[in-house]
């Protein structure tokens, strides 16, 4: 006798939530689950019972065949006694008299009285029903109601917002209310998901501050031409390549087609790997072997016995967002940007699934999407966010209460201790992004540094009397010089923002510290060799949340310690600072 499923606890009170609302709301539920935790056995559930203990006849909608697939086959894990049936072009079948049908949306959106009356009706993937207009899935609703206006409807989904923003529940959808919800980083600490991290990298610049949103949607043919760039795309392959050294299963999300097979034939040639590219139109046969050496299988390729074995690295483009299981993916690589918190939590999610042997999944971001969109278990509609655009931003913004100029990353003023409201998110990208893919968590890097550049800053408007800053900006990438990262020193402050600027002023030079930012910075550039030390390494720390890192440390090397030189000639009168 075939074993029957237990739910996982929070399995259980999804279907419980479900159920309590049926029975006390008229309008309908929509249960909210992490990619990987399994949704398709808190539809199996629902399905079992509704069939077994209240006579219904149940309908199952989702858009692609591997849903049909691992739903049909998940509700027959749960019971022993019901006829499920299929109906769906693209896996050839067109059931319709059994007591449970899954569909395609697309095979059926025309045929509700062929499939006749259904009690209950689940959608999976549930964000992808249009918030307004006459979409397939409103059209098939729409008759299914006339068939039978007393049927329920159900919704099921990972990210509970659509492209456009905006939630999917509201009175005026088809979904109404979220009736249960659990959190990504919740299922992670649980240990029903596997952890995942984000990596900073040195090379790849790309701009993608420029792109235009159309229809909620970066506008792809530009953003495929931002990185499709043979130099870029060359230099994120090696990186890749080099951080992925030690990794499985590399699941690579390219901007285009033809950016897809640039990048496979890169990585082939950087690893000497075989590296595949399934599309939208790779042929069925084709696409399924591809997917099996991917989750570690070896293919019999010919009548005469010759294999193909397991790969690494897959590149796709928006294939594999839903409806892709496999569990053994340990890398996600965005090589995309993309405008939509929605997609931007389902390719992540592709990597959260536990496997064994698994530690966790690395994440790759080279289109700042972690940085527009913020901690992926905290993602939120953009009509929800302060602002709702997607403008690029200066990375400084001026304290409102000393008027001192500082990163945009900080929320507390480090020069006069004042709270700072929380920064704008950008549309910007060059490098493969670490910034801290889960909430809470805390990135330190350390970055070697190839020059510093000193200037004076004058605060926008100020009277002229104002005190000015010293802006220090150090390059972290050797070769390519606007790979900067600044901080701002006050000499001409008091209080905490000059004592701070002495402390920092003492680890660099055996002189008085200056107490102008212009003679600060004369001192400096003016003398040949620098007369300050200058550090070889500088610390970053990055909060997940915060727009930039901020410099928490100095590794100096003495052995180049400079020979310390008065700032002015001993035979002159002092000059006041």
Not at 84 to 95: E, H, Q, T
Not at 138 to 161: E, F, H, K, S
Not at 322 to 349: E, H, K, R, W
Request: glycine fraction near 8%.
């Amino acid at each position: 006798m075939k074993e029957i499923v237990t739910l996982r606890p929070y399995q259980a009170a999804a279907v419980q939530s479900v159920y309590e609302h049926l029975r006390t709301r008229d309008d309908n539920p929509c249960v909210v689950l992490p990619t990987g935790t399994g949704k398709s056995h808190v539809i199996g559930q629902i399905v079992t019972d509704a069939v077994t203990r209240w006579g219904g006849r149940v309908l199952v909608l989702a858009h692609v065949k591997e849903l049909l697939e691992q739903n049909s086959a998940k509700i027959l894990e749960h019971t022993q006694n019901i006829d499920v049936g299929i109906y769906s072009a693209a896996l050839k079948s067109r059931d319709t008299e059994e007591s449970v049908i899954v569909a395609g949306i697309q095979s059926v959106y025309k045929r509700a009285c062929e499939l006749g009356k259904f009690d209950l009706i689940i959608i999976d993937e549930a964000h992808l029903i249009p918030t307004e207009g006459d979409g397939m899935y409103r059209q098939y609703l729409a008759d299914a109601q006339i068939i039978n206006p007393n049927v329920r409807l159900i919704g099921l989904t990972a990210t509970p917002y659509r492209l456009k923003g905006g939630e999917i529940c509201a009175p005026e959808n088809i979904l109404n209310y979220v009736c249960y919800e659990a959190g990504l980083r919740e299922m992670i600490l649980d240990g029903y998901l596997s952890t995942i991290r984000s990596r900073n990298g040195k090379r790849s610049e790309v701009d993608v501050s420029n792109l235009r949103v159309n229809y909620g949607e970066f506008v792809l043919s530009e953003m495929a031409e931002a990185f499709d760039k043979k130099d870029l795309v060359r230099a994120a392959c090696l990186e890749i390549a080099e951080l992925t050294a030690n990794r499985k299963s590399i699941l690579v999300f390219a901007a285009s087609v033809a950016h897809a097979y640039h990048v496979a034939e890169e990585l082939a040639d950087i690893t000497k790997e075989e590296c595949c590219v399934v599309v939208g139109d790779t042929p069925a046969d084709e696409r399924a072997e591809i997917v099996a050496r991917f989750k570690g299988e070896t293919i019999v390729s010919d009548l005469f016995g010759n294999t193909k074995g397991p790969i690494r690295f897959l590149i796709n483009v928006q294939v594999f967002t839903t409806g892709f299981d496999a569990t053994n993916v340990d890398c996600i690589v965005m090589l995309f940007s993309t405008a939509s918190p929605g997609l931007y939590v389902q390719v992540v999610g592709r990597g959260t699934r536990l496997h064994p042997g698994k530690e966790d999944c690395l994440v790759l971001d080279y289109g700042k999407n972690v940085m527009r969109h913020g901690p992926v278990d905290m993602v939120t509609p953009p009509s929800k966010k302060r602002g709702g655009n997607n403008n690029s931003e200066s990375p400084t913004k001026e304290c409102p209460n000393c008027g001192s100029l500082i990163h945009a990353a900080y929320q507390i003023c480090p020069d006069c201790g004042t709270v700072l409201p929380e920064p704008e998110r950008a549309v910007h990208g060059w490098r493969a992004d670490g910034t801290p893919i889960l909430s809470g968590d805390v990135v330190d890097e350390e970055y070697p540094v190839y020059g510093t550049f000193y200037r004076i800053h004058t605060k926008k408007g100020a009277d002229p009397d104002h005190p000015k800053t010293m802006r220090v900006e150090y390059n972290i990438d050797e070769g390519l010089s606007n790979h900067w990262i600044s901080e701002w020193v006050c000499p001409e402050h008091t209080g905490y923002a000059r004592d701070k600027f002495v402390k920092w002023w003492a680890e660099r030079s055996d002189t008085e510290a200056p107490r102008s930012a212009e003679t600060a910075v004369n001192y400096i550039m003016g003398t040949v060799p620098c007369p300050i030390k200058e550090p070889a390494i500088i610390k970053t720390r990055y909060r997940a949340g915060d727009r930039f890192e901020q410099i928490v440390g100095y590794v100096f090397d003495d052995t180049a310690k400079p020979e310390p030189k008065p700032i002015y000639d001993e035979d002159e009168e002092e000059i006041p600072f």
